[in-house]
């Protein structure tokens, strides 16, 4: 094998489509999402169809065809140059680090034993009604963990749980469990009818945008989406591909908009304040 390459194969090599060329080499180790491919084992690598590169949105790392496969495919610079260009005399790498990772279920935190107290005290107290906390605990997506006394806004797939803590000082604990699925969400609907889609930035703020859209009379089908974080791009990206008629309604501030200018082609509302819990406590007349 020729172990030099010329400016032109580097050129041709950078030009190349990494869509058709990783299904066509390495389809097993990819997810196909719209346009898109993902890695399966890190989601928030995008590598979009007719393009000669690829992002990750967790970092904003950014890079050609030939990058993608010397940083994430374990090929060297000249074997990737030389498959990227068709010039290449040997099969592309079998057994790259792709190949070698194994998916972890998550274990989902274990429900405290007798009432949510901690619970409905938290949720209560931003100004969501004891009717729609029973509402989406009778549907199995809401309960209290038993260790920490956090709340789990556990999705009805099981492969992905948000995490919010109940404590009353400081800033409370916000997280997701480990090993759910970097592109997964929490979700609740008015009908199964719906397809209008509220993507949220938190589960307490899709909630509360429900809360809000009742009060004021608008009392549509639709889903509420909550991402848990405004950089959580692959599950945006993932709800793109479904058939769901989607609306941004991140937080009104710098993260908030750094996801809306990644997603031009989405309609957005906004909060009057930062979130839409701040909205619905000040509707109320809830003192921060």
Not at 96 to 113: E, G, N, T
Not at 188 to 205: M, Q
Request: glycine letters at 6%.
């Amino acid at each position: 094998m020729n172990n030099s390459v010329s400016k032109s194969q580097i050129h041709t090599a950078r030009q190349t489509d990494l869509y058709t060329f990783l299904l066509k080499y390495h389809a097993s180790n990819f997810i196909r999402e719209g346009n898109s491919l993902r890695p399966k084992d890190n989601h928030s690598i995008s590598i979009k169809n007719g393009y000669c590169g690829y992002r990750d949105f967790s970092n904003d790392e950014t890079g050609n065809s030939i990058e993608y496969l010397t940083r994430h495919m374990g090929y060297t610079f000249v074997t990737a140059v030389q498959a990227l260009a068709g010039e290449s005399t040997e099969k592309c790498p079998q057994n790259s680090q792709l190949d070698k990772i194994k998916s972890v279920p998550p274990r989902f935190p274990i429900p405290v034993d007798g009432t949510y107290k901690n619970l409905f005290a938290f949720l209560t107290n931003r100004g969501i009604p004891a009717g729609t906390i029973r509402m989406l605990i009778s549907q199995k997506i809401l309960y209290q963990e038993r260790e920490r006394n956090n709340i789990v806004f556990i999705n009805a797939e099981r492969d992905f749980a948000e995490l919010r803590g109940t404590y009353t000082y400081g800033k409370p604990f916000h997280g997701i469990v480990p090993d759910c699925r970097n592109d997964g969400f929490w979700w609740f609907r008015t009908s199964r009818a719906a397809c209008k889609a509220y993507i949220c930035e938190a589960a307490v703020d899709a909630i509360s945008l429900f809360e809000l859209h009742r009060l004021r009379g608008k009392n549509e089908p639709a889903y509420y989406i909550s991402i848990a974080g405004a950089a959580k791009q692959p599950a945006i990206s993932r709800l793109k591909g479904s058939t769901l008629n989607l609306t941004l309604a991140v937080d009104n501030d710098a993260a908030g908009q750094q996801c809306r200018d990644r997603n031009p082609d989405l309609e957005y509302i906004l909060p009057k304040h930062k979130d839409w819990n701040d909205d619905l406590q000040t509707l109320q007349g809830y003192t921060h």
